[in-house]
């Protein structure tokens, strides 16, 4: 079996001069709305532990693993409008349905890192503007 930042394919990354925000208002009005921040924020809270199974599952050399932790984290992303983290897991995720492994896994890892640390950041301001 190959290391996981060996293989040779990597993401097809669509890069644009544009960057997705960090959140997508999926209606009118809704991050006005203290239910849904409060849901958001629930969410949010929940991201880092999501991230550490991926990293664990990683570190073990688990691939199903890591592949299953990918999946759920980008269903949460998806499901709670956090646009620029789903849309980068849903292109790690999509090599990985593939059966390709990215040669630079890890540092992908680390920008999904990232993004997902300002994606809370984001969310944090937006609860505590309402408050």
Request: with cysteine.
């Amino acid at each position: 079996m190959a290391g996981f930042d060996d293989a040779s394919s990597q993401t097809g990354d669509h890069e644009s001069n544009e960057s997705p925000p960090l959140l997508r208002e999926m209606d009118e009005g809704l991050f006005d709305e203290p239910e849904y921040l409060t849901i958001l924020e629930e969410a949010a809270r929940n991201l880092p532990e999501a991230y550490r199974e991926i990293l664990q599952a990683r570190d073990r050399q688990e691939r199903d693993k890591v592949i299953w932790a990918i999946h759920n984290f980008k269903g949460v992303t998806g499901q709670y409008g956090m646009e620029r983290l789903c849309r980068r897991v849903t292109d790690l995720y999509a090599v990985l349905e593939r059966g390709e492994w990215p040669e630079n896994f890890s540092e992908q890892l680390e920008e999904i890192g990232r993004i997902m640390l300002d994606t809370i950041d984001e969310i944090e301001r937006l609860t505590e503007s309402d408050g």
